[in-house]
């Protein structure tokens, strides 16, 4: 007969060196929580289909868990029926693109990220006091083309420093720039110094355009990648600040960093030799995928992680006015 004494279990020793990292804030931010909410309770209140403009974020397992909900995400409004609900992804769209709703009476929610409109805003401002703009930022991203619809004639895309010997402009006196929300913060700055050196007088706006989410995401990898032999960035191709997670972890010191939509792309090759693994995700990933790597990582002996906390994140922000609308009277009836 045998008496369990409750002795834990006997490491090796690669094991007893093993390591896990969580970044904390990581996955989803205010505004593609909004985003996302906003579609499923248009569904609930208008019934399926509901159709969304382009993909409401980036990150392909939530646009198939709508999908399966009854949303139909199309690249272009003439593919959407005469009278339809759309709703306009979290990136935000030009005002070309309101007025092709217009046309064919389609009724819109306006699911943009607010501080995306804010950049917006910034844009309308900058081109109403007649500056030559120069948005940074990556060329076919809609972010980058809803701002650039705001005020075509004044703006101007630069990609990275390398493009800014390519710049002309009508007074060098007058000339400011924006930014695309979800870029590199170190990039973006790297960029905007160059700019400067051209242009001295260069105007900022108002207030940093890289939103307070990318930031954040990308000062908890600096933090869990300066020592970590793997760092996994969960997040989709097509999600900007993902792909730059990836990039913001190697230039932190990560020996690797691979980006991935799920556990079942993990490449078991990439753990060989790996004491110290740290995960992360882009700001429209739903937590479950982070769980996921993580069983992934405790089947194969690595241990629970410790989450690594670098700032704290409340901000809400409420429903597209028009659905808020909508919903109020939905439940007075």
């Not at 972010?143 to 002309?168: K, R």
């Not at 590199?184 to 001295?200: G, L, Y």
């Not at 990648?225 to 972890?249: F, K, M, P, Y």
């Amino acid at each position: 007969m045998s008496t369990d004494l409750g002795t834990p279990a006997v490491l090796s020793p690669d094991e007893a060196e093993r390591a896990v990292r969580l970044a904390a804030p990581r996955g989803y931010c205010a505004g593609v929580d909004r985003a996302v909410i906003t579609v499923e309770k248009a569904l609930d209140l208008y019934g399926a289909p509901v159709y969304v403009r382009k993909q409401i974020v980036h990150n392909k397992h939530v646009v198939a868990n709508l999908e399966g909900r009854g949303a139909i995400f199309v690249e272009e409004l003439d593919e959407v029926p005469e009278g339809a609900t759309v709703v306009f992804s979290a990136h935000g769209v030009s005002p070309e693109v309101h007025r092709q709703a217009g046309e064919r009476s389609l009724k819109t929610i306006d699911a943009t990220c607010p501080l995306v409109t804010k950049v917006h805003h910034e844009a309308k401002r900058f081109a109403g006091e007649d500056y030559d703009i120069l948005l940074i930022g990556h060329e076919g991203h809609e972010e980058v083309e809803g701002t650039a619809g705001e005020a075509p004639e004044h703006i101007q895309l630069v990609q990275g420093p390398d493009d800014v010997a390519g710049i002309t402009v009508r007074d060098p006196e007058r000339v400011a720039w924006l930014s695309q929300t979800t870029l590199s913060v170190d990039e973006t700055m790297e960029t905007v110094a160059a700019i400067r050196k051209r242009f001295p007088a260069l105007l900022d706006p108002p207030s940093d355009d890289i939103c307070y989410a990318t930031q954040n995401r990308q000062l908890a990898v600096k933090e869990i990648a300066h020592d970590a032999d793997l760092v996994i960035v969960v997040g989709s191709g097509n999600s900007s600040n993902s792909v730059r997670l990836v990039e913001v972890a190697l230039e932190s010191g990560a020996k690797a960093s691979h980006r991935v939509d799920d556990a079942s792309e993990i490449d078991e090759a990439w753990l060989e030799g790996v004491s110290t693994v740290s995960v992360t995700s882009g700001a429209s990933v739903p937590e479950e995928l982070v769980e996921g790597v993580l069983e992934f990582l405790a089947e194969r002996g690595y241990p629970d992680a410790q989450a690594v906390h670098t700032a704290e994140e409340s901000l809400i922000f409420a429903l597209p006015p028009e659905l808020r609308r909508d919903l109020r009277a939905a439940a007075r009836d």
